[in-house]
C-alpha cells in the first residue's frame, strides 16, 4: 500500500523567510497530492493541492511542485508570516483505489 | 464549515466503556475515512468507506469498528477503551460521484478516557 513520508517534522523560520517541505511516496499510481494545515486544536484545513498531470501549482506564497519520476511532492511558502504557524501534511491519493494517504506532518513555526 | 458533521464534540468516558463516534459527510461524498490524531501526533488512518462498504484499513485496533449506513454517514465504534485511546477522532469525506477527490474535514471528536 501507499506510505507517504514528511521532512522536517519540525521547521523553524524567521518571518519573511521562505519555508519548504518536502514529500516522498510510494505508490506510482498515486495522482493526487493535496496539502493540509492545522491549526492548534482545529480540524486539518485543505491549502493547495496538485494533480499527477502538472509539474508545478502556485496561489499566491504558496507553491507546490511535483516530480513523479522521483516521487517526489513539496510545499513552499515564501515571505512567511507568523499566522503561516501551524501542521502541515501532505498526502498521497491513488483516485481509482480513493484511499488518501498522510505524512507524519511538519510543525511549522514562524518567528516575528 | 466544512460541511462534515461530526458528533458529539467532546466525550468522557471511563476505561472499559465503549462509545459510538458519528459522522455525516459532506452531501453526495460516498467516501468517508476516519483517522485518530493523539497530542501532537500526526493523522494516524484508521478505515475509510466507500458507498457503504469499506474500502481501506489502516492501523485500527480489533476493539475498535466501524460502518457505513444507506444514508451515507458512518460511526466508529470503540470499545473496551483505554487510556491511551484518549484522542481526536476525524472523519474526513470525498468523492462526490463522477468527480475528484478533495477531502473534506469533520471538527473533531475529542475522546478522553479517564
Known amino acids: 500500500g501507499e506510505n507517504v513520508e514528511q521532512h522536517p517534522s519540525t521547521l523553524s523560520v524567521q518571518e519573511g523567510d521562505s519555508a519548504v517541505i518536502k514529500c516522498t511516496y510510494s505508490?506510482?499510481?498515486?495522482?493526487?497530492f493535496p496539502w493540509y494545515k492545522q491549526e492548534l486544536g482545529k480540524r486539518p484545513q485543505l491549502i493547495i493541492d496538485?494533480?499527477?498531470?502538472?509539474g508545478e501549482k502556485k496561489d499566491q506564497r504558496i507553491a507546490v511542485t511535483l516530480n513523479k519520476t522521483a516521487k517526489h511532492f513539496s510545499l513552499h511558502i515564501t515571505e512567511t508570516q507568523p499566522e503561516d504557524s501551524a501542521v502541515y501534511f501532505c498526502?498521497?491519493?491513488?483516485?481509482?483505489?480513493?484511499?488518501?494517504?498522510f505524512g507524519t506532518g511538519t510543525r511549522l513555526l514562524v518567528s516575528p | 464549515d466544512s460541511g462534515v458533521t461530526q458528533t458529539p464534540k467532546h466525550l468522557i468516558t471511563a476505561t472499559g466503556q465503549r462509545v459510538t463516534l458519528r459522522c455525516s459527510p459532506r452531501?453526495?461524498?460516498?467516501?468517508v475515512y476516519w483517522y485518530q490524531q493523539s497530542l501532537d501526533q500526526g493523522l494516524q488512518f484508521l478505515i475509510q468507506?466507500?458507498?457503504?462498504?469499506?474500502?481501506a484499513k489502516g492501523n485500527i485496533l480489533e476493539r475498535f469498528s466501524a460502518q457505513q449506513f444507506p444514508d451515507l454517514h458512518s460511526e466508529l465504534n470503540l470499545s473496551s477503551l483505554e487510556l491511551g485511546d484518549s484522542a481526536l477522532y476525524f472523519c474526513?469525506?470525498?468523492?462526490?460521484?463522477?468527480?475528484?477527490?478533495?477531502?473534506?474535514f469533520g471538527q473533531g471528536t475529542r475522546l478522553t478516557v479517564v
Open positions: 474526513a469525506s470525498s468523492a462526490r460521484a463522477g468527480t475528484h477527490t478533495e477531502a473534506f
Open positions: 498526502a498521497a491519493l491513488n483516485t481509482g483505489f480513493q484511499k488518501l494517504v
Open positions: 505508490d506510482s499510481a498515486s495522482n493526487y
Open positions: 452531501s453526495g461524498d460516498l467516501s
Open positions: 496538485i494533480r499527477s498531470n502538472v
Open positions: 468507506y466507500y458507498n457503504g462498504e469499506e474500502r
